[in-house]
């Protein structure tokens, strides 16, 4: 158990449709990544959140969000949703940036 | 554009014997890379790291090795035991704040025969 909690773990909605996944990161960790994992490719980075705020963007689509509150969950709103959106999305977090990162189990979500 | 490449999908090495898995990139401005292990339905774990100053990093059975000039780097893991056969990810960061926009490479799953 990596202490990080990301629910819900799967997912199944419809084209059009507006998720939003959440993270929970490690006690005291105060750095939140999200990646995204489609199949057969590697893990995309899409945003980074330090203390609520915004530190790094990836590759999020103009339809992804996220924001990371006062009490360090962080959440990831996808909206608009197409096909191509189904994958396993990956919360992560770290003390400060340049610690071990620990990874979540992921969030399934499968666009129909 | 992949700018951090595993070539080999899947590696199968007897127990006991060396696993080499390699990583190519493209990005000069990689400063830090790491390597992580995913088991199937976890999310990934560190494994081991390099700074760009460095060419190579030891922890216990696994090590990491950077050839800057080939833009190349390998993890060996001597010996190979069961519990290694998971799929492993290598990522660079173009900072020296190692998880700071990590990019990651398609993984290699490694299968280790008893």
């Known amino acids: 158990d990596s202490g990080v909690t990301q629910t819900p773990k799967h997912l199944i909605t419809a084209t059009g449709q507006r998720v939003t996944l959440r993270c929970s990161p490690r006690?005291?960790?105060?750095?939140v990544y999200w990646y995204q994992q489609s199949l057969d490719q590697g893990l995309q980075f899409l945003i980074q959140?330090?203390?609520?705020?915004?530190?790094a963007k990836g590759n999020i689509l103009e339809r992804f969000s996220a924001q990371q509150f006062p009490d360090l969950h962080s959440e990831l709103n996808l909206s608009s949703l197409e096909l191509g959106d189904s994958a396993l999305y990956f919360c992560?977090?770290?003390?400060?940036?340049?610690?071990?990162?620990?990874f979540g189990q992921g969030t399934r979500l499968t666009v129909v | 554009d992949q700018q951090v490449k595993q070539n080999s999908p899947s590696l199968s090495v007897q127990e006991g014997r060396i696993s080499i898995l390699n990583c190519d990139y493209t990005?000069?401005?990689?400063?830090?890379f790491l390597w992580y292990k995913k088991y199937p339905a976890e999310g990934p774990t560190f494994l081991i790291s390099?700074?760009?100053?460095?060419d190579k990093n030891e922890d216990g059975r696994f090590t990491v090795f950077l050839n800057k000039s080939a833009k190349h780097l390998s993890l060996h893991i001597v010996p190979s035991q069961p519990g290694d056969s998971a799929v492993y990810f290598c990522?660079?960061?173009?900072?020296?704040?190692?998880?700071?926009?990590?990019?990651f490479g398609t993984g290699t799953r490694l299968t280790i025969i008893p």
């Open positions: 006690s005291g960790d105060l750095s």
């Open positions: 990522a660079a960061s173009p900072t020296n704040f190692g998880n700071e926009k990590l990019t």
């Open positions: 992560a977090s770290s003390v400060p940036a340049n610690t071990e990162a620990f």
């Open positions: 990005n000069s401005m990689f400063d830090y």
């Open positions: 390099i700074s760009s100053i460095k």
């Open positions: 959140y330090y203390n609520g705020e915004e530190r």
